[in-house]
């Protein structure tokens, strides 16, 4: 009887529970959460709970890798008595529904399930039989030819091997159900952006073949493709859709029958519904092995996924669409909202959701200049060429992972001449919406598989994490770390943290300046030693971890929101096992500091970075290298030297801060970063690329303000340099242009393969030089400056410590 009054009821991850039977004697219960409760079958009595307003169902059943039965449904008519009779009620959460479509329910949307309702309702309903089949393996081991063979067609070796990603849709003779194939080419880069596009609706063939049982890497045309054993595949796909999905294991190219083999399949085995089979797409009668086990397994299958409800104004659209898929490769807003409504389509923006989650379309709201993608095949081909193209990722690798808009076009699709500006705008916007990339500033991006490994930016991580103790450590585990979700995490949290981070492949850390705390991010495969140590099935896969360290003023509450960032999100619906290996926060206590907006959105509390505070003032001393027999450079040796013995200052200059090996490059790019920056400007300077790119650096980072530009900058203006009148300012800036020119037509002339990255690099850094050369030579100018007919120490060192008080006092 007591429990009658309660009012909130949480019940995780009970196997005991099996019907909820009685529950609505909780006559007072407004609060309800059911999670990871997967042998629940009987939800009768939950539509009673009249006073319910928060109902939160978490069971993914499709992604549960120890989830071998089919998954039950929530009755329709349940779900319809609790949203019809519970205006109130909040509903959130996984879960099926009888009737409903999955991309409604997982997770659960309960505005568009109104919206699919509301249009049934209006306009009745149809329920297509339509199963998706997925293809999967090597590259070269004969999807294509095989999907040819199931449409109907016969064996072609004129055709090329797929790369990306194709797609088709066919009925087969003589049934009353269509096909949509799917053939990844083996990237996960698409499965990310669609939360439940691989799951345990769909059949899946696996193919393998003997000679492909390796991890070699294979060049095919342009690009380079990574081989993997039949055990990988099988790990990746019971990772992403679970322990009862049906896949039928195809030895390809067995052309004689004295080719077949037993699949190479761990023990015991890892899949409930696996089937063996043979074929041959070469010969006439290849596919009679296979045939019968795949209509058993599509009939099956169809049973399976039992019947779904999709109202009449949808199916017109979505037919009308993929009629227009023919014709077009993009379908503008404007005309997607004039063919609903056309069709009567009430909810024009759920049902843009429910296409894209259904793969019928690629849409993201106010993305894509607001057009939605039909030709996904031509959308993704893009990102594959950065991915596998031969010279793109070790161009881009040249460059730390760095590159702008105008280098990735010249890389990947100067000879593409169909190719238009606002195709290759839409490429790179499908790059930063997958993953492959994130912007750090206005024209730099960083792809997260080109960057170099941790131990090449030791130098960067040493002055940014300063040999701080971590004060919170917790590791992620994970049983298939995909590559996408590495990239996609760092792509999060890198397009929040910007340019002045560090990033490593896969990796990063950064000083954040708002939350006053220090972050360290950092994924980690385990080796083949450690992989035979666990001995589990999952290991012959890809296992791993993903590390997060925070230390600071608000180091809790930054990795409380990291964690919980990662555990909204759920990347490929991938579920961690959560280690706290320092500091773990008390779980009673609600984190607050972060602003609730940004708590709430996944990595919305992350600023961008900046250089960790210190009680020095950091000094960059920038000036014209010469020999150490020249006198301008026995002076700045004489300022370094004794400004190196000022206790409150931390000089450096990119002669003593580098080491053999380090990058030239990186100095300058600190440069920009500077509290201040000691900058002597000589004739040689103005015309020394290295100087001018630490210029263009400086102004860069002051954001284009003068205000900020000149509270750093102290400049020493020689008497060589000519800056005085703006025609002596044009002639620096035309000498900027002029080289920029030359170097490139140099590289029309050569190609950019044979120039090389750096070459595509220098010549957006003389571009930007140009850019700035103008305003930054102006604001000096303005400024009060020391000028000097020659260089003088004592001078120089007082005048920098002079503005220093200055700058220090006015912030004061």
């Given at each position: 009887?007591?429990?009658?009054?309660?009012t909130s009821?949480?019940v995780?991850?009970c196997?005991?529970?099996?019907?909820l039977?009685?529950?609505?004697?909780?006559?007072?219960?407004?609060?309800?959460y059911l999670?990871?409760?997967?042998?629940l079958l009987?939800?009768v009595g939950?539509?009673?709970l009249?006073?319910l307003?928060?109902?939160q169902?978490d069971?993914?059943y499709?992604?549960q890798k120890n989830?071998?039965s089919d998954?039950?449904r929530?009755p329709?008519?349940?779900?319809?008595?609790?949203?019809l009779?519970?205006p109130?009620l909040?509903?959130?959460g996984?879960i099926?529904?009888?009737?409903?479509?999955?991309?409604?329910t997982h997770p659960?949307?309960q505005?568009?399930l109104e919206?699919w309702?509301?249009?049934?309702?209006q306009q009745?309903?149809?329920?297509?039989?339509?199963?998706k089949v997925m293809l999967l393996?090597?590259?070269q081991?004969?999807k294509?030819?095989?999907?040819r063979?199931?449409?109907?067609k016969?064996?072609?070796?004129?055709?090329?091997?797929?790369?990306?990603?194709?797609?088709h849709h066919?009925?087969p003779d003589g049934?009353?159900?269509?096909?949509?194939?799917?053939d990844?080419?083996?990237?996960d880069?698409?499965?990310g952006?669609?939360s439940?596009?691989?799951?345990n609706?769909?059949l899946?063939?696996?193919?393998?073949?003997?000679d492909?049982?390796?991890n070699?890497?294979v060049?095919?045309?342009?690009?380079?493709?990574r081989n993997?054993p039949?055990?990988?595949?099988?790990?990746?796909?019971?990772?992403l859709?679970g322990?009862?999905?049906?896949?039928l294991?195809?030895?390809s190219q067995?052309?004689?029958?004295?080719?077949?083999?037993?699949?190479?399949?761990?023990?015991?085995?890892p899949?409930?519904?696996?089937r063996e089979?043979?074929?041959?797409?070469?010969t006439?009668?290849?596919?009679?092995a296979?045939?019968?086990?795949?209509k058993?397994?599509v009939a099956?299958?169809?049973d399976r996924?039992?019947?779904?409800?999709?109202?009449?104004s949808?199916?017109?659209?979505?037919?009308?669409?993929q009629?227009?898929?023919t014709?077009?490769?993009?379908l503008h807003y404007?005309d997607?909202?004039?063919?609903?409504?056309?069709?009567?389509?009430?909810?024009?923006?759920?049902?843009?959701n429910?296409?894209?989650?259904?793969?019928v379309v690629f849409?993201r709201k106010h993305?894509?200049d607001?057009q939605?993608i039909?030709?996904?095949?031509?959308?993704?081909?893009?990102?594959?060429?950065l991915l596998?193209?031969?010279?793109?990722?070790p161009l881009?690798?040249?460059s730390?992972?760095k590159f702008?808009r105008?280098?990735?076009?010249q890389?990947?699709w100067?000879?593409?001449?169909e190719y238009?500006k606002?195709?290759k705008?839409?490429f790179?916007e499908?790059?930063?919406?997958?993953?492959v990339c994130?912007?750090?500033?206005?024209?730099d991006?960083i792809a997260?598989?080109?960057?170099?490994?941790?131990?090449y930016?030791e130098?960067?991580?040493?002055?940014i994490?300063?040999?701080t103790?971590?004060?919170h450590?917790?590791?992620?585990?994970?049983?298939?770390?995909h590559d996408?979700?590495?990239?996609y995490l760092l792509?999060?949290i890198g397009?929040?943290?910007k340019?002045?981070?560090?990033y490593?492949r896969?990796?990063?850390?950064?000083y954040?300046?708002k939350?006053?705390s220090?972050?360290?991010?950092d994924?980690?495969?385990?080796?083949?030693k450690?992989?035979?140590?666990t001995?589990t099935?999952?290991?012959y896969?890809?296992?791993?971890?993903?590390?997060?360290?925070?230390a600071g003023?608000n180091?809790e509450?930054?990795i409380c929101h990291?964690l919980?960032s990662?555990?909204g999100?759920q990347?490929l619906?991938?579920?961690?096992?959560?280690?706290?290996?320092?500091?773990?926060p008390?779980s009673s206590?609600?984190?607050k500091g972060?602003?609730?907006e940004?708590?709430?959105?996944?990595f919305?509390a992350?600023e961008?970075?900046?250089?960790?505070p210190?009680?020095r003032?950091?000094?960059y001393f920038?000036y014209?290298?010469?020999?150490?027999?020249d006198?301008?450079?026995?002076t700045c040796?004489?300022?370094?030297?004794?400004?190196s013995?000022e206790n409150e200052?931390?000089i450096?200059?990119?002669k003593?801060a580098?080491?053999?090996g380090?990058?030239?490059?990186?100095?300058?790019?600190?440069?920009?970063?500077a509290d201040?920056?000691?900058?002597?400007?000589s004739e040689?300077?103005?015309?020394?690329?290295?100087?001018?790119?630490?210029l263009?650096?400086i102004?860069?980072?002051s954001?284009q303000?003068?205000s900020?530009?000149v509270g750093?900058?102290i400049p020493v203006v020689?008497?060589?340099a000519?800056?005085s009148?703006?025609?002596?300012k044009?002639?620096?800036?035309e000498?900027w242009v002029s080289?920029?020119?030359?170097?490139e037509d140099?590289?029309?002339?050569?190609?950019?393969?044979?120039?090389?990255?750096?070459?595509?690099n220098?010549?957006?850094?003389?571009?930007?030089?140009?850019?700035?050369t103008?305003?930054?030579?102006t604001?000096i100018?303005d400024?009060?400056?020391e000028r000097q007919?020659e260089?003088?120490?004592?001078a120089?060192i007082?005048?920098l410590k002079?503005?220093?008080?200055e700058q220090?006092n006015?912030?004061?």
């Amino acid at each position: 009887e007591a429990l009658t009054q309660l009012t909130s009821l949480t019940v995780s991850h009970c196997d005991a529970l099996t019907s909820l039977s009685g529950l609505e004697a909780l006559t007072h219960l407004t609060s309800l959460y059911l999670n990871g409760c997967n042998a629940l079958l009987d939800y009768v009595g939950l539509d009673q709970l009249h006073n319910l307003e928060v109902l939160q169902i978490d069971a993914r059943y499709y992604h549960q890798k120890n989830q071998h039965s089919d998954p039950s449904r929530v009755p329709w008519s349940i779900m319809k008595n609790l949203l019809l009779n519970m205006p109130q009620l909040s509903l959130s959460g996984s879960i099926n529904m009888e009737y409903v479509p999955a991309e409604l329910t997982h997770p659960i949307d309960q505005t568009a399930l109104e919206d699919w309702y509301f249009e049934i309702e209006q306009q009745g309903y149809s329920n297509p039989k339509t199963l998706k089949v997925m293809l999967l393996g090597n590259g070269q081991i004969g999807k294509t030819q095989l999907v040819r063979r199931l449409r109907g067609k016969s064996f072609d070796e004129s055709i090329p091997s797929t790369h990306g990603i194709q797609i088709h849709h066919f009925t087969p003779d003589g049934e009353d159900f269509e096909i949509k194939s799917w053939d990844f080419g083996g990237q996960d880069v698409y499965l990310g952006t669609h939360s439940l596009f691989i799951d345990n609706r769909a059949l899946y063939l696996l193919l393998w073949h003997p000679d492909y049982e390796n991890n070699n890497l294979v060049l095919d045309e342009q690009l380079t493709i990574r081989n993997r054993p039949l055990s990988y595949w099988l790990a990746y796909l019971k990772s992403l859709a679970g322990a009862n999905v049906q896949v039928l294991v195809c030895q390809s190219q067995c052309d004689n029958p004295g080719d077949d083999r037993r699949a190479p399949i761990p023990h015991p085995v890892p899949l409930d519904a696996l089937r063996e089979t043979v074929i041959s797409n070469k010969t006439p009668d290849g596919l009679s092995a296979f045939t019968p086990l795949f209509k058993r397994a599509v009939a099956h299958q169809l049973d399976r996924n039992g019947v779904v409800w999709i109202p009449n104004s949808w199916f017109a659209v979505e037919e009308a669409i993929q009629e227009l898929c023919t014709q077009q490769k993009l379908l503008h807003y404007s005309d997607y909202l004039a063919l609903c409504d056309k069709h009567h389509v009430a909810a024009p923006g759920t049902l843009a959701n429910y296409l894209h989650q259904a793969g019928v379309v690629f849409y993201r709201k106010h993305h894509f200049d607001n057009q939605l993608i039909l030709d996904q095949a031509w959308a993704l081909q893009g990102i594959y060429l950065l991915l596998e193209r031969k010279e793109a990722l070790p161009l881009l690798s040249a460059s730390n992972g760095k590159f702008t808009r105008d280098t990735i076009e010249q890389l990947l699709w100067r000879y593409e001449s169909e190719y238009s500006k606002q195709d290759k705008s839409l490429f790179l916007e499908m790059m930063q919406q997958c993953g492959v990339c994130f912007k750090v500033d206005d024209d730099d991006y960083i792809a997260p598989d080109a960057l170099p490994d941790k131990a090449y930016k030791e130098t960067d991580i040493e002055q940014i994490w300063q040999d701080t103790d971590a004060e919170h450590h917790v590791r992620l585990h994970y049983d298939f770390l995909h590559d996408s979700t590495m990239r996609y995490l760092l792509s999060k949290i890198g397009e929040k943290a910007k340019a002045a981070a560090c990033y490593w492949r896969y990796g990063c850390c950064y000083y954040d300046a708002k939350s006053q705390s220090k972050v360290w991010f950092d994924s980690t495969l385990l080796t083949d030693k450690e992989k035979i140590e666990t001995g589990t099935f999952e290991n012959y896969g890809q296992p791993g971890f993903i590390d997060i360290k925070t230390a600071g003023r608000n180091a809790e509450k930054l990795i409380c929101h990291l964690l919980d960032s990662i555990k909204g999100v759920q990347h490929l619906e991938q579920k961690s096992r959560i280690e706290w290996q320092k500091g773990q926060p008390d779980s009673s206590q609600k984190h607050k500091g972060l602003s609730p907006e940004s708590e709430l959105t996944p990595f919305g509390a992350l600023e961008p970075a900046s250089l960790p505070p210190s009680t020095r003032s950091a000094v960059y001393f920038s000036y014209a290298w010469g020999e150490d027999t020249d006198e301008r450079q026995q002076t700045c040796d004489q300022i370094y030297n004794k400004l190196s013995e000022e206790n409150e200052l931390n000089i450096y200059r990119d002669k003593n801060a580098t080491k053999p090996g380090d990058s030239i490059a990186a100095f300058e790019r600190k440069i920009g970063q500077a509290d201040f920056v000691l900058l002597i400007m000589s004739e040689k300077s103005l015309y020394s690329v290295h100087c001018m790119n630490e210029l263009r650096l400086i102004y860069e980072r002051s954001q284009q303000q003068q205000s900020d530009f000149v509270g750093r900058v102290i400049p020493v203006v020689l008497s060589d340099a000519k800056i005085s009148t703006r025609i002596d300012k044009f002639k620096v800036v035309e000498h900027w242009v002029s080289q920029g020119q030359e170097l490139e037509d140099l590289i029309n002339k050569v190609g950019l393969e044979a120039a090389g990255a750096e070459s595509a690099n220098e010549r957006q850094m003389i571009r930007s030089i140009s850019n700035c050369t103008m305003n930054a030579l102006t604001w000096i100018g303005d400024l009060i400056t020391e000028r000097q007919p020659e260089l003088q120490v004592d001078a120089t060192i007082e005048l920098l410590k002079k503005r220093i008080e200055e700058q220090k006092n006015r912030k004061n």
